[in-house]
């Protein structure tokens, strides 16, 4: 006998086996959810309709996982790339257009995932140098469940300096001498104003503050 199913409002039928039972298949569809199906044997020659409408389909979210990656060293102050690869575990294939969240130094950035389950965003190190923690997380939705990875680190470097003295070409015994010294950022940034220089002359301490050029 011919049972018809509705699921989702699509209709699907089959034949009764020899133990009185149909079966048909169907995609459980994108939402999690307690859905309802019916089942409907129509009317004939022989037999009456019955049916059953009361039936339902459990779908729950399919798991995710999300993998950051740490970034192994930046200078202070530098842009970096912060990623994350989101996947289905199910299928152990990537997962794009979904939306990513990134927190580092208490700032938030998110972006969405591209082909490839790859959200990327920037963040400016920071001013201090240590080891800084990153996080990256999946927001639940319809379909996926929550996922994040919290144990990945940003290694901020302190910057490169060099600091070049000039000579003195003379001077006058038991005169003022006046000496300088050019603070420079190795990594591109020039010199480095605001900084303090210590002096050491014939057991004579002297501090300066550096200016805009690094002098």
Not at 143 to 165: C, F, G, I, N, Q
């Amino acid at each position: 006998k011919t049972v018809a199913f509705v699921y989702l409002g699509a209709s699907s039928s089959s034949l009764t086996n020899a133990s009185g039972l149909a079966t048909v298949s169907y995609n459980a569809g994108s939402n999690a959810g307690t859905i309802g199906f019916t089942a409907t044997f129509t009317e004939d020659a022989t037999y009456m309709t019955s049916s059953d409408t009361a039936k339902t389909a459990t779908v729950v979210k399919r798991p995710t996982a999300l993998a950051g990656v740490s970034v192994p060293a930046v200078f202070t102050n530098r842009i970096f790339t912060a990623s994350a690869t989101l996947t289905d575990i199910r299928l152990s294939g990537a997962l794009s257009g979904k939306t990513v969240a990134f927190v580092y130094l208490g700032a938030s950035s998110s972006s969405l995932t591209n082909a490839l389950g790859l959200a990327t965003v920037t963040y400016d190190a920071g001013p201090s140098s240590g080891t800084k923690s990153l996080t990256a997380t999946f927001t639940t939705d319809s379909t996926y469940m929550t996922s994040s990875d919290t144990a990945k680190t940003v290694v901020v470097d302190p910057r490169p300096s060099s600091l070049a003295a000039q000579n003195v070409l003379s001077v006058f015994a038991n005169e003022v001498l006046t000496t300088s010294a050019t603070l420079t950022d190795l990594g591109g940034g020039g010199g480095v104003s605001g900084k303090t220089v210590a002096f050491v002359f014939l057991g004579q301490n002297a501090n300066g503050t550096t200016i805009g050029s690094g002098l």
